[in-house]
């Protein structure tokens, strides 16, 4: 598995990146557009760590060097200017590492979507579970949540539900983490509608998309079609006495997007047009990924729903990631919002395909 990248960085590209951001942060006039102060402070975080590590590296040769010097005139600097050097190959490594191209959205907010698939109330139920999973991973990771629409069915599942996910602090970005969500997850459980105790496989679906600032899409007024109409709740039975659900659709690529869980047509349709938004550039980039010759990379098929990622099975406590051969026996830690080893584990496996040089793992 590796991310799209967007080329690779040498050092000197880097350091001279992080000078330009650092020298744009310390105006003043950049910070009249929170969108661009935003921007560039979460590519100084990503940046910072390459730097460091350059810093930590070239102080290490340094002083292994002056050791070895001393040790010319005083031995007892021998052993120090081996130990030194014995530093030398693993913070080059490190280096390599974060020198790895970054997925350019790396540093996003996401809109994650969760929606029943086969199994039907009980699919529901686990939709449910999966928001449970990821809200509490969000409060842990102290990032901050927002149910945009929520489709709720009478036995307190999830039909459907879409939710913004934003990080508090530039150095806890949000897609980095959560991008590898997208997929199929499957369950296997005994379902509380079973009454004979027979385990169950269901699925649900989850969408994982980089949240899109406006100037990244531009939306031409004259290419949506909104309808509006009354929003529902479980059983379909009307909620509101007012028109305030919106249905947008984007006449040149046929996207729809539906909201109804405000009361307000205005909000309705606010956090319409951020989903259809992200919807378009995750759209863009896949077009983009296709249309180049490198093969396409995990970045692009992990919003692919047809891609089963992951088991959850209940009655050995097990949680299994097929894409990594990933497997612990926490599921029940895992459903509470324990997911750092598995992402950790996808993280891992796409810094090492990137440098074995595999574009396609």
């Known amino acids: 598995m590796v991310h799209e990248a967007d080329g690779s960085s040498t050092l000197a590209q880097v350091l001279t990146e992080y000078a330009e951001t650092e020298k744009a942060l310390s105006d003043p006039a950049v910070h009249a557009d ?43 600097f021998a052993a120090e200017a081996d130990e030194l050097a014995s530093q ?17 959205n790396d540093i996003k907010d996401v809109i994650l979507e969760i929606k029943a698939g086969e199994g039907g109330d009980e699919s529901a139920l686990f939709a449910g579970d999966l928001l449970r999973m990821y809200l509490r991973y969000a409060e842990l990771q102290g990032w901050q949540t927002e149910v945009l629409d929520d489709e709720e069915t009478d036995l307190g599942g999830h039909k459907s539900v879409t939710v913004a996910v934003r990080s ?14 997208g997929g199929v997850h499957r369950v296997q459980r005994v379902p509380v509608t079973e009454s004979q105790g027979r385990i169950h496989t269901s699925a649900a679906g989850v969408l994982v998309l980089p949240e899109a600032e406006e100037v990244e899409v531009e939306i031409d007024p004259n290419d949506l079609r909104i309808d509006v109409y009354r929003s529902s709740g479980p059983g379909g039975q009307s909620v509101n006495t007012t028109d305030s659900a919106v249905r947008i659709t984007h006449v040149p690529t046929g996207t729809v997007v539906s909201m109804q869980n405000e009361k307000s047509q205005l909000q309705n349709r606010e956090a319409a047009l951020r989903v259809l938004r992200a919807r378009l550039l995750a759209h863009a980039q896949e077009q983009a990924s296709q249309d180049a010759s490198d093969a396409r990379r995990s970045q692009v098929r992990t919003v692919d729903r047809s891609e089963r990622v992951r088991t959850y099975n209940f009655a050995e406590n097990r949680i299994a990631d097929h894409r990594v051969n990933f497997k612990a026996y926490n599921l029940d830690q895992v ?26 793992s």
Do not use: H
């Open 34 to 76: 929170q969108a661009t102060a935003r921007r560039l402070g979460r590519r100084f975080a990503q940046l910072a760590p390459v730097v460091s590590a350059a810093k930590e590296l070239n102080r290490v040769r340094a002083d292994a060097q002056a050791a070895r010097e001393l040790a010319g005139e005083d031995s007892s």
């Open 88 to 104: 030398v190959p693993e913070l080059e490594d490190k280096l390599r590492e974060l020198l790895v191209p970054k997925d350019p």
């Open 168 to 181: 508090r602090s530039v150095d806890k970005p949000v897609w980095s983490r959560l991008k590898y969500e």
């Open 335 to 360: 459903l509470d919002g324990a997911l750092d080893d598995v992402i950790d584990a996808l993280t891992r496996a796409d810094v090492e395909a990137a440098l074995s040089g595999d574009p396609g």
